[in-house]
């Protein structure tokens, strides 16, 4: 059984970014694997152990622009990945989630993998739609974020926690899922880990070698644009009210609410 998991690199979350003339400047930020992502690729390890590593290779697949992403393709090989692949080329700086979903095909159609696992969404952008995109693609069954995941009889069922209850789906494999937080709980690399993990196979594709056109994905192909970003106002400092006992403040607060905030 192979299982591809798709991976990004994301802004380190405690990043605090400077924004210049609306554009964000990115130097000496630091980028890490998206979070969501580690809970599936974990769960395709896990997948592993269960049915036994002769059974089962887990290829992890990670698009973009950054030469220094290859430092954290170690980390997901710590863990348990079989193989990595890089697909590593300038043009792919902007990418956005259709030409995300573009790129990761064509690597797709050649793996032809049984299950593909993705992150419910980047903590970037938040677009939450790449692995959507890719089923439209394949013409595959796609369902997330799922909670739980179980393999039988060529079938993946799921579960989803809705605002309704438990839901509980079969999807016939091979299908996309993708996941989140209440799937499992990642495990982090140790030093025989990250050892193990420099012997492993990282192979590394420019758009070229995959037959893409650079200008259809991209900052050339995508088609969302941001026109500027700014930083959040600064909040309005808060009112203490004083009073001599709570029924004077609490009168007084009313009046605000009424008079000020204008909300009652």
Partial sequence: MLIAVLIKEVPDTETRFKIEGGRIDYSGV???INPYDEYAYEEAVRIKERLGEDQVKVVAILAGSREESAKNLLNVLAVGVDEA???LDPALEGLDPLGAAKVLKVVLDELKPDLI???KQGVDYD???TPAVLAGM???PYLGPIAKLELEDGAAVVELHSEVGVEVHRLPLPCILSCDKALNEPRYPNLKGIMGAKKKPQQR???ADLG???SSVGAQGRLIE???FAPPPERKPGVIIEGASVEEKVEKLVKLLHEEAKVI
Avoid: E
């Fill in 212 to 214: 893409i056109d650079p």
């Fill in 205 to 207: 594709k420019t758009l």
């Fill in 117 to 119: 696992l993705a992150g």
């Fill in 30 to 32: 630091k980028f890490v």
């Fill in 138 to 140: 394949m013409n595959l």
């Fill in 85 to 87: 692949i890089h697909i």
């Fill in 127 to 129: 677009y939450g739609q």
């Fill in 226 to 228: 941001y026109l500027s």
